[in-house]
């Protein structure tokens, strides 16, 4: 049962446009989410995390919002960069700290 | 930056052979992870630890084993590896969010196992 979805396997943007990562969950206990990068041969590292009381966090380039009623949160990446390149994980915590991730996307950011 | 590694990077290996993946972390984190992920997969969450000689089995069935006698070292074995084995598996480590922490897992570089 995959609690959290990440629907769109890669997505192909260019330089200086916005990149827009979409996730969706099925856990109502979830409350607290965060997003991860990965780059080849590396292991993830934390990107944004957003609580569930809050519906929008922002941090330089990078801005999650979270759809609470819809079971929906996005990063947004403006403007996007040929270094942002990587795949991007969405994952949950219902406040256990066990932590579940989707299955990635794969962004590649065109010069 | 984290401080948590794990050895070895890349292990080709055969059939049939007792491996273990080392995890040590430097930060005096009580929880540790264990994941494994093929390409384009989620991480499955394999084993936890929510400190020295408590372990859990994680979401995915796996045929593993791990141990927690240190609280910096959470190795990982397999004592008979097969080829469906192979995949890349990921440390990672946090602070309860009670005691400070954030919630964010610190990860491991990953190793990744191939059994020939």
Request: glycine content about 8%; charged content about 20%; aromatic content about 12%.
């Amino acid at each position: 049962d995959q609690q959290v979805k990440q629907n769109s396997p890669s997505l192909s943007v260019q330089e200086g446009r916005i990149s827009i990562l979409n996730c969706d969950y099925t856990n109502s206990m979830f409350d607290y989410f965060l997003w991860y990068k990965k780059y080849p041969a590396e292991g993830p590292t934390f990107l944004i995390s957003i609580s569930s009381i809050k519906d929008k966090n922002e941090d330089g380039r990078f801005t999650v919002f979270l759809n609470k009623s819809a079971k929906h949160l996005s990063l947004h990446i403006v403007p996007s960069q040929p270094g942002d390149s990587a795949v991007y994980f969405c994952a949950a915590s219902d406040g256990n700290n066990d932590m579940r991730f989707g299955a990635g996307t794969r962004l590649t950011v065109k010069p | 930056e984290a401080d948590i590694y794990q050895t070895p990077r890349y292990l080709v290996i055969g059939t049939g052979k007792k491996i273990t993946l080392e995890c040590s972390q430097t930060m005096g984190h009580d929880k540790m992870y264990w994941y494994q992920q093929d390409p384009g997969m989620e991480l499955h969450l394999i084993h936890y630890s929510y400190g020295v000689n408590s372990t859990e089995k994680g979401d995915l069935s796996s045929e593993s084993t791990v141990s927690r006698i240190r609280t910096e070292h959470f190795p990982l074995t397999l004592e008979s590896a097969r080829p469906s084995h192979t995949s890349q598996y990921l440390c990672a480590s946090s602070e309860y969010v009670g005691r400070g922490g954030t919630g964010e897992l610190f990860f491991g570089e990953g190793s990744r196992l191939t059994v020939l």
